[in-house]
């Protein structure tokens, strides 16, 4: 069975700070896809990125970078500089690659950015 | 990535009664899925809405007290049934499998619903 763990539950940063949020994953299959989820108060659940299991490469754009490490079955996530608008619950989910299958996703880390 | 809109927005209903959801996306795509989010939880998959055929519901969830319909590639409807406040969630839904979202589900703006 799948699982994926978010160990914390919620963080509060001072704006400019950098921040990051574990994700740490179990899974049997041996092909899979990794993703990041934001969530804003608004509600709606925003895709920030998909990563295969065989491409380990960490992966950057603008303040946001995710280190994927298979040998710690981890996806972390770091945000530099935030800002007040990163304040969200952020989501680490998990399926299996190949088809379609359904999303196991993390119990959710909230970060508070306050100015 | 596919333009996903879900009505309503919100809603407050008393407890016995039934809403019906609509998610519709601009472009055709291959699995349409619901979701329920308790306040404070995380995602909980409902089921995958089947075109041309029943859903496929996961574990803990009936079609009695979910009906769901998927008439075509681009529309999805999903009942709460018999309302109870323990349905009071935000629902959304999802889609996969189209032009320029493969293997990836991108989420509608999903519905507020507070049962009374």
């Known amino acids: 069975a799948q699982k994926v763990t978010q160990a914390q539950t919620e963080i509060s940063v001072v704006e400019k700070e950098d921040v990051t949020l574990d994700c740490v994953y179990e899974?049997?299959?041996?092909?899979?896809?990794l993703f990041w989820y934001k969530q804003p108060p608004s509600g709606e659940l925003v895709f920030l990125i998909r990563r295969n299991s065989f491409d380990e490469q960490n992966e950057i754009s603008g303040r946001y970078s995710w280190n994927f490490q298979k040998s710690t079955s981890s996806f972390n996530f770091t945000i530099t500089a935030s800002q007040v608008v990163d304040s969200a619950v952020y989501f680490c989910a998990l399926s299996e690659a190949g088809g379609y299958s359904t999303l196991t996703f993390g119990k959710g880390t909230m970060l508070l950015v306050s100015p | 990535s596919a333009v996903i809109s879900q009505k309503p927005s919100r809603d407050i209903c008393q407890r016995g009664t039934s809403l019906t959801i609509q998610c519709q996306v601009d472009?055709?795509?291959?699995?349409m899925f619901w979701y329920r989010q308790q306040p404070g939880q995380s995602l909980t998959l409902i089921a995958t809405?089947?075109?041309?055929?029943?859903?496929?519901?996961e574990s803990g969830f009936v079609i009695d007290k979910f009906p769901i319909s998927r008439p075509n590639l681009t529309f999805s409807t999903l009942t709460v049934s018999n309302m109870s406040p323990e349905d009071s969630s935000i629902y959304l839904c999802s889609v996969e499998g189209g032009q320029g979202i493969a293997e990836t589900q991108y989420f509608g703006p999903g519905t507020r619903l507070l049962v009374l």
């Open positions: 472009s055709q795509v291959t699995m």
């Open positions: 899974t049997r299959d041996t092909t899979y896809y």
């Open positions: 809405a089947n075109q041309g055929s029943e859903a496929t519901y």
